[in-house]
T-cell receptor, first 109, second 111 residues
Framework: GENVEQHPSTLSVQEGDSAVIKCTYS??????FPWYKQELGKRPQLIID?????GEKKDQRIAVTLNKTAKHFSLHITETQPEDSAVYFC????????FGTGTRLLVSP | DTEVTQTPKHLVMGMTNKKSLKCEQH?????MYWYKQKAKKPPELMFV???????INESVPSRFSPECPNSSLLNLHLHALQPEDSALYLC??????????FGSGTRLTVV
């Protein structure tokens, strides 16, 4: 089955810096790659997604890139703010969503 | 209606109890999912229903029994659970090739 690896597990940045989180997946049949932000005790919240026929997608301060050949995708957050602090999960979709292990992002003022 | 509604929000049950979790959506999504999430871990896929038929069971113990009575409703029947089954149970739905919509979850505690 699909296996998704995510790095780093924790990421501390200063407000205004950029943050990058990377994921790799194993099943080349996966065709949908969302990113979720999850705050303590709440549901995962979709922040951006990308499909396998697209290499890059941007939404304001957030961008995602996908390299199908290498089977990896990355989340880029620019101009980070304290309210960006949360756990971020990448995921790959084949049948159902398979999640990465998560990255705890801490943005210090 | 663009939401997935899960009830109850919180549930405490004994190891000999039988209880059910409910998930409902009225977006016309034909795929529905159960996930289990332990603290500080990612959600883990349990079951997938596609057009009201069980299509994926990720080797979940039989004390968890899913049911999809119609295209809008998904249940998870619980029986003889163990304390280690305590977790946040998330339901999600998806239109064909669309994004996933998650419910707010049921926080289950087994005592």
């Amino acid at each position: 089955g699909e296996n998704v690896e995510q790095h780093p597990s924790t990421l501390s940045v200063q407000e205004g810096d950029s943050a990058v989180i990377k994921c790799t997946y194993s099943d080349s049949a996966s065709n949908y790659f969302p990113w979720y932000k999850q705050e303590l005790g709440k549901r995962p919240q979709l922040i951006i997604d990308i499909r396998s026929n697209v290499g890059e997608k941007k939404d304001q301060r957030i961008a995602v890139t996908l390299n199908k050949t290498a089977k990896h995708f990355s989340l880029h957050i620019t101009e980070t703010q304290p309210e960006d602090s949360a756990v971020y999960f990448c995921a790959a979709s084949i049948g159902g969503l398979v999640f990465g292990t998560g990255t705890r992002l801490l943005v210090s003022p | 209606d663009t939401e997935v509604t899960q009830t109850p929000k919180h549930l405490v049950m004994g190891m000999t109890n039988k209880k059910s979790l409910k998930c409902e959506q009225h977006m016309g999504h034909r795929a529905m999912y159960w996930y289990k999430q332990k603290a500080k871990k990612p959600p883990e896929l349990m079951f997938v229903y596609s057009y009201e038929k069980l299509s994926i069971n990720e080797s979940v113990p039989s004390r968890f029994s899913p049911e999809c009575p119609n295209s809008s409703l998904l249940n998870l029947h619980l029986h003889a659970l163990q304390p280690e089954d305590s977790a946040l149970y998330l339901c999600a739905s998806r239109q064909v090739a669309g994004g996933y919509t998650f419910g707010s979850g049921t926080r289950l505690t087994v005592v």
